[in-house]
């Protein structure tokens, strides 16, 4: 679980929606620090002072995030990859394997599992 940001008393608003397992929260719902939404996801939550026009954006949030680019082009079978690079093998009318490439030059979140399982095949970007 992430670190809070926040004091425990302090009132906080959630400058983007999201889910978890056991909370929905929109955005701009206004919690305490204390509550388990904020102690799970404090990223999403800024002081409720704040004024509207200095919330964070989710462009500017992902663009701070680190993300790296593969630097060749090679196979995955099996291994978790976004549906958008996935192809499922079938023979015969029978699923036989979940295949991937990755081409180089694509590029995933820094904290993507599948930089961990292949590190040689990748580059972190400037900034990250």
């Not at 959630?14 to 990223?43: C, I, N, Y």
């Not at 590029?107 to 095949?121: G, Q, R, V």
Request: proline share 12%.
């Amino acid at each position: 679980m992430p670190r809070s940001k926040f004091a425990a008393n302090q009132m906080v608003t959630s400058w983007q929606g999201f889910a978890t397992e056991k909370h929905t929260v929109g955005t701009g719902v206004t919690l305490p620090a204390s509550h388990p939404a904020v102690r799970e996801r404090p990223d999403c939550f800024i002081a409720a002072s704040t004024p509207r026009p200095e919330w964070p954006t989710p462009f500017a949030v992902a663009a701070r995030r680190p993300i790296a680019r593969a630097t060749r082009t090679f196979p995955v079978i099996g291994a978790p990859v976004p549906r958008s690079q996935r192809t499922n093998v079938r023979v015969e009318g029978r699923y036989v394997a979940s295949f991937s490439l990755i081409k180089r030059g694509d590029t995933f979140p820094a904290s993507d599992p599948l930089i961990a399982e292949y590190p040689d095949n990748f580059e972190l970007l400037d900034g990250a």
